[in-house]
């Protein structure tokens, strides 16, 4: 655990010279922008954390660029390792940044003088980490199995996937079941928010565990 955790300051000193000043200008000028013509927080959050998702793959296309993989095999570092220690660096990215977006959006909110609501918000962030997080799981082991050049566009799909199961979800909701049902469903889930967190969690579990065995899988038969 050690090694893999060392890993995780590995990967934030590989992608450190990516976080510039510019970057950051930008990332915090469209987060600005959708919060004021939103006029909610979640939306600007949600941006954020969308530009940080990109700092995941990162060490990927580093990797690849120069060789890392290959040096890792030449001092005997053991592969698991190399994959334990990219999932828990994108799921620090992954909380950092959702903490940081609050934050941010707190801030913006008060100079702005909108009400900010800062339980809904962090609720909020709570959700978009844990959304992040499984569509990475369906990203890393196409990372691990293919390399940064070959998976990068696929790899993104997963981002576009979420937005029609969204839809979909929608419609199926909507022809299937009455507002006062769906209510009713979202009312049982607020009343009983200590079983609806343990049941996200072990649905977030399992997939991770899914994921984490698979990309093991797919990297230990590559050739570097």
């Known amino acids: 655990m050690h ?3 060392t890993f995780i300051r590995l990967d934030f000193i590989t992608v450190k010279p990516y976080i510039t000043m510019k970057n950051l200008l930008i990332f915090a000028m469209v987060a600005i922008i959708m919060m004021i013509s939103s006029g909610t927080s979640i939306s ?3 941006m954020l954390m969308v530009f940080a ?3 995941v793959s990162y060490p990927f296309a ?3 660029k120069n060789g890392i993989d290959a040096l890792y095999a030449t001092l005997a570092i053991k592969r698991n390792k190399v994959v334990v220690g990219r999932y828990l660096y994108a799921l620090t990215v992954d909380v950092i940044a959702g903490l940081l977006a609050y934050g941010f959006s707190f801030a913006v909110m008060t100079m702005v003088r909108k009400e900010f609501n800062a339980v809904e918000s962090m609720v909020g962030t709570f959700v978009l980490i844990y959304l992040y997080s499984i569509i990475q799981a369906v990203q890393l082991p196409i990372y691990f199995k293919l390399g940064y050049a070959k998976a990068k566009f696929i790899a993104y799909l997963p981002f576009v996937g979420l937005t029609f199961i969204a839809i979909i979800a929608a419609n199926f909701l909507k022809d299937n079941f009455k507002t006062v049902q769906i209510n009713a469903i979202l009312d049982w889930l607020a009343a009983n928010p200590f079983l609806t967190a343990l049941t996200a969690a072990i649905i977030w579990f399992m997939i991770m565990a899914i994921s984490c ?3 093991k899988a797919y990297y230990s038969k590559r050739d570097f």
């Open 3 to 5: 090694k893999a955790l």
């Open 62 to 64: 580093i990797s690849e």
């Open 44 to 46: 600007a959050i949600a």
């Open 53 to 55: 998702a990109l700092y």
């Open 213 to 215: 065995q698979s990309a």
